[in-house]
Nanobody, 113 residues
Framework: QVQLVESGGGLVQPGGSLTLSCAASGFTSGWPMRWYRQAPGKERELVATIFRTSTNYVDSVKGRFTISRDNAKNTVYLQMNSLKPEDTAVYYC?????????WGQGTQVTVSS
């Protein structure tokens, strides 16, 4: 059974940093993994993707966010620096494994002074 469990969200001041974690189970590491976010009243947005040897980011987070993975732990991370109020959202981990899509439960990130 595939499970994705996010952690690491919280309240942070503008300019601060947070690191989100997504612990995966039920499949071998190495599949593409993604972080999405959804702000109140907005559609879910793809933030970052990590493949075996490359990464992609939405323009609004380039240079501020870094996606990485620890294959030994089957865990994906999202390091978020220089956070802005517009980064406030629920962040979701996503995996596409053997033709099926899986989501975590989400973790709230609030950027506010």
């Amino acid at each position: 059974q595939v499970q994705l469990v996010e952690s690491g969200g919280g309240l942070v001041q503008p300019g601060g940093s947070l690191t989100l974690s997504c612990a995966a189970s039920g499949f071998t590491s190495g599949w593409p993994m993604r972080w999405y976010r959804q702000a109140p009243g907005k559609e879910r947005e793809l933030v970052a993707t990590i493949f075996r040897t490359s990464t992609n980011y939405v323009d609004s987070v380039k240079g501020r966010f870094t996606i990485s993975r620890d294959n030994a732990k089957n865990t994906v991370y999202l390091q978020m620096n220089s956070l802005k109020p517009e980064d406030t959202a629920v962040y979701y981990c996503n995996a596409f494994v053997a033709g099926s899509t899986y989501w975590g439960q989400g973790t709230q990130v609030t950027v506010s002074s």
